[in-house]
């Protein structure tokens, strides 16, 4: 089984219609959750992926997936760009989003809207970055999510995607599975009041394509220069990869 084939609640329903669903639930206490969760190393790991897309300029970014912009919030004030877009399933995250670019003073530079991943409201060729932060595992079709990447993207266009992974190491995995799957679950319960969308966070980490099997999916898109970058014993990975200029 893997990623496009777990729903946040029930196999009845599409999955992109739940996932919005269990954002909308979880919005108010996912800022909280995030931080709680990883003890506030989701910080360090979106700095060092924007850190990887310094190196050149990037004019036009679309964050897909965007949440309550935290990584379109870093990457205006890191990569100083003309313009950050967020796209996002839920309204309700957009809306804390949007609360708090203004109180950074953001206003000008980076703005929310909702959107589906999986059919971007853009013509084709329309940004130089397009970024994605612990968000591809909940595409109902995450081969379908990067064609739409590599389809806004400029010709030497990048794409960097944050996401959730399982380590390998066998001191670290016990561990790491005691801490998703048991403490994540029980502590995301009392906070978010959402019975099951803490209980999908772990089963869509382990599914999800990780490693080479994820480059390969971006090649299959029509990417090149695929890389990938583990941190923090494997439990977060970094996605890098171009469209190609001809």
């Not at 971007?120 to 397009?130: A, E, K």
């Not at 990780?210 to 695929?226: K, P, S, Y």
């Amino acid at each position: 089984m893997d990623c496009t084939e777990i729903n946040p609640y029930d196999n009845e329903r599409a999955k992109g219609a739940q996932v919005k669903e269990m954002f909308d639930s979880i919005a108010p206490a996912y800022d909280f959750m995030n931080r709680a969760m990883t003890f506030g190393i989701d910080k360090w790991w979106r700095r060092r992926a924007v850190a990887r897309l310094a190196s050149r300029p990037h004019d036009r970014i679309l964050d897909i997936a965007t949440g309550t912009g935290d990584l379109a919030i870093l990457m205006a004030r890191r990569l100083d760009p003309v313009s950050v877009t967020g796209v996002d399933l839920s309204e309700g995250m957009i809306e804390i989003g949007r609360r708090k670019i203004k109180e950074e003073g953001l206003t000008d530079v980076v703005s929310l809207q909702p959107g589906d991943c999986l059919n971007l409201p853009f013509t084709d060729r329309s940004f130089d970055c397009v970024t994605a932060a612990y968000g591809v595992r909940n595409f109902e079709n995450l081969l379908a999510g990067y064609r739409e990447m590599f389809r806004v993207l400029i010709p030497g266009g990048t794409v960097c995607i944050i996401e959730l992974s399982t380590p390998t190491s066998p001191i670290i995995r016990p561990l790491y599975n005691l801490y998703s799957r048991h403490i994540i679950p029980a502590v995301g319960r009392m906070v978010s009041k959402d019975t099951r969308a803490y209980s999908y966070l772990p089963e869509s980490i382990a599914a999800v394509p990780q490693g080479d099997a994820m480059l390969a999916i971006m090649r299959e898109a029509g990417f090149t220069d695929t890389t990938f970058h583990p941190m923090t014993f494997g439990t977060c990975t970094v996605y890098m990869a171009t469209k190609p200029t001809v």
